[in-house]
């Protein structure tokens, strides 16, 4: 049964900072690996989606990686600001959409 | 907005009520799908539906009945709940149930069940 957890699942750094998000998961089956965000008592938005024989997506200031072989993945952010402070949560696709996912790592980003 | 919307935002049950959560898309996808986001847990997948028809139910309890009447609408109706399933609950849809394509979720119905 795949499992996928997220370390740390809480995080505080100054603004401007870069900073790295972690995801592993058990089983490399995976068809991608996908990467969200979720503000308070809110819904998930898609940030990424890295398929299985890909290594890395990037989208203005998030990079994610994915090393199947090692069952991790990464979320890379740049210069942050405080309008990155969210829930990341990272989830891998088993199959026929079937995302199981992390428990999320709480960010917090400092003004 | 991300084109799913789901109705009441918030809602608050008895053990004893009967209600139904309303998940509606305008995004011309075929497959739609229910999580449930507990404190502290994982989002768990309920139940997917691709055109109309249900593929997948993850061991969900039968207080929980899903109804997906077109590929644009998905419901959750909900009977004699227990004060443990009160959680955020999440539709999703996505273009088709081929997991290489993007899901697109609406902002969730926070329940309580008192």
């Known amino acids: 049964k795949q499992e996928v957890t997220q370390i740390p699942a809480a995080l505080s750094v100054p603004e401007g900072e870069n900073l790295v998000l972690n995801c592993s998961f058990t089983?490399?089956?995976?068809?991608?690996l996908q990467w969200f965000r979720q503000d308070p008592g809110k819904g998930l938005t898609s940030l990424l989606l890295?398929?299985?024989?890909?290594r890395e997506q990037t989208s203005g200031r998030l990079n994610a990686s994915l090393d199947k072989s090692s069952g991790r993945s990464t979320l890379y952010i740049a210069a942050s600001q405080p309008g990155d402070s969210a829930t990341y949560l990272c989830?891998?696709?088993?199959?026929?959409?079937?995302?199981?996912f992390g428990q999320g790592t709480r960010l917090t980003i400092n003004p | 907005e991300t084109g799913v919307t789901q109705t009441p935002r918030h809602l608050v049950m008895g053990m004893t009520n009967k209600k139904s959560l309303k998940c509606e898309q305008h995004?011309?996808?075929?497959?739609m799908y229910w999580y449930k986001q507990s404190a502290k847990k994982p989002l768990e997948l309920m139940f997917v539906?691709?055109?109309?028809?249900?593929?997948e139910n993850n061991s969900v309890p039968s207080r929980f009945s899903p109804e997906c009447p077109n590929s644009s609408h998905l419901f959750l109706h909900l009977h004699t709940l227990q004060p443990e399933d009160s959680a955020l609950y999440l539709c999703?849809?996505?273009?088709?149930?081929?997991?290489?394509?993007?899901?697109?979720f609406g902002q969730g119905t926070r329940l309580t069940v008192v």
């Open positions: 995004l011309g996808h075929n497959a």
């Open positions: 890295i398929q299985s024989s890909q």
């Open positions: 999703a849809s996505s273009h088709t149930w081929d997991p290489n394509t993007e899901a697109f």
């Open positions: 539906y691709n055109f109309k028809e249900q593929t």
């Open positions: 989830a891998a696709t088993q199959g026929a959409q079937k995302l199981v």
């Open positions: 089983d490399s089956a995976i068809y991608n």
